[in-house]
């Protein structure tokens, strides 16, 4: 066995060395219980005199032997050699002084002790505990933070920059450039008279109202100027051209679907209602094709004639969504074209077509008090194809009546404009005869403004009413005094 360590000094207690035991045992034994020299030496004897040489012992073995043997055992293994060269007496020093690298992912005491060496613990009391908490969140979750504050950058440029417009009018995406709305306009003076100041109002609200409706949803508007004068024959077609108008819009744009006729006395009242989400993405809802449903006009239908098709022969036609080209609302007197809805189509065109047929307007303009729309009331009882591909909607999805038209009964919800549901569009037909057409116009404009109202405007108009109710009225009182 080699000698690893030192002899113990305690009594009674350690371990044996070869060479190193000392026979002497207090209790008069052997070396047993023992493991320290009981001589001490000088030199190379015997400090009690019973020693044999110098710094020795009964077996040979000296303390400096002994010293020798125990380094070579703890610094240098068995089959090395000892303090030869440069480099094997330097290599401890030359080892320590290079750079050490800790591969492992698990820190040990220095690493912890390296890591939190300079940093004070406890600094700025309860703020700075949050601080550091808030910290250590936001490193945990960097990467949640970071498409978080990506999203919230997209939904601001998308909201403050015209990619919105973009995106709505899309036919990819949000299909605003399938829409096209015809607005009837005056622009020239009118067809028989002059336009005064409150005609010139009418018109500046209803085109700003349409143009600022279609820009937030990507729709075509085409204002088109009714003072343009289409001769047939001897005779003027005053209040026919929005047949003829129609037509040339759908070779104007040929990419749309739909178009949306309005008159000037028209206005948008919920700009947040899309045609799409209002009308379109449920058009077999909001349509039916039966006109027994609302029938003013008493028309017979469908034609009991056996010699028709079993299409022409249904209340409801074929029932598909694709044989739709013809939308038109009912007021209390029949067909209402203030606000209606043309498909392009084969059909359309030869609707179009037979609408504008000179012969009947020579034949018939006189007696058609309502002109092209009573045309197209004599076309759907006369024509069974006609009636394949007409839907009717109710009136105040799209065409809503302030009170005073539609006779003077009072109020009735089919027809009339109702502030707590929120009606599309409100139409003030026949305002010329004995009612105040800017009146309404500014009136409708003005609940429109107040009823989309944004949450700052509600705020501040709130803010305004509390002031005026509290000190507003102290003040008047003191003036009073």
């Known amino acids: 066995m080699s000698l690893s360590r030192s002899p113990s000094p305690r009594l009674g207690g350690g371990w044996a060395s070869p060479g190193l035991t000392s026979p002497f045992d207090p209790s008069g034994g052997g070396s047993g219980g023992r493991s320290s020299p009981r001589r001490s030496y000088v030199g190379d004897s015997y400090v009690n005199g019973n020693g044999g040489g110098a710094n020795g012992s009964a077996h040979g073995v000296t303390w400096a032997s002994a010293e020798a043997k125990s380094k070579e055992v703890k610094g240098y293994p068995s089959f090395s050699t000892r303090n030869q060269g440069f ?51 936001l490193r945990r979750m960097r990467l949640r933070v970071l498409i978080l504050l990506g999203l919230i950058l997209a939904t601001v440029l998308f909201f403050t920059t015209p990619l919105r417009g973009v995106y709505r009018r899309s036919s990819m995406l949000g299909g605003g450039s399938k829409f096209v709305i015809v607005l009837a306009a005056n622009i020239g003076g009118g067809v028989m008279e002059w336009k005064g100041p409150r005609e010139w109002a009418i018109e500046r609200d209803s ?33 026919w051209e929005k047949v003829d108008t129609m037509r040339n819009c759908m070779r104007k744009y040929p990419d749309a679907e739909w178009f949306w006729w309005l008159d000037l006395n028209t206005f948008i009242m919920e700009p947040s ?21 609302y029938n003013p006009l008493n028309i017979t239908h469908p034609f009991p004639d056996p010699h028709l098709d079993p299409i022409s022969r249904s209340a409801d ?26 498909r392009r189509s084969q059909w359309t065109d030869r609707l179009l077509d037979i609408w504008w047929d000179p012969v009947a307007y020579e034949q018939k303009h006189m ?91 509600k705020f501040k108009d709130g803010l305004s009413e509390w002031w005026k109710n509290g000190f507003g009225q102290k003040e008047e009182e003191k003036k009073s005094r």
Not at 111 to 122: M, N, P, Q, T
Not at 208 to 237: C, P
């Open 367 to 457: 007696e058609w008090e309502h002109k092209e729309q009573d045309a197209l009331e004599h076309l759907y009882q006369t024509h069974p194809w006609i009636r394949a591909h007409t839907a009717f909607i109710e009136q105040r999805k799209i065409n809503s009546f302030p009170i005073g038209a539609c006779g003077d009964k009072g109020e009735d919800e089919r027809f009339h404009y109702k502030e707590q549901d929120r009606d599309f569009v409100v139409n003030m037909a026949g305002c010329e005869w004995g009612r105040d057409c800017w009146g309404e116009m500014y009136n409708f404009r003005e609940l429109s403004n107040k009823l989309n109202r944004t949450h700052w405007e």
């Open 207 to 239: 085109v700003k109202n349409k143009k600022k409706y279609a820009k937030k949803w990507g729709y075509d508007l085409e204002i088109v100027d009714m003072s343009t004068k289409k001769r047939y024959a001897h005779e003027w077609r005053e209040s």
């Open 273 to 293: 209602y899309s045609l799409q989400s209002h009308i379109f993405n449920n058009l077999i809802g909001n349509t039916y094709r039966d006109i027994n449903t």
């Open 87 to 137: 480099f094997a007496r330097h290599v401890r020093k030359i080892s320590s002084n290079l750079p050490r690298f800790n591969g492992s992912t698990k820190r040990g005491y220095g690493e912890k002790e390296k890591l939190g060496r300079g940093r004070i613990a406890g600094t700025g009391g309860k703020f700075g505990r949050i601080k550091t908490f808030l910290g250590n969140i």
């Open 317 to 342: 036609g074929d029932g598909k969504l694709s044989s739709i080209d013809l939308i038109i609302p009912q007021d209390c007197g029949g067909f209402n074209l203030g606000s209606f809805f043309l």
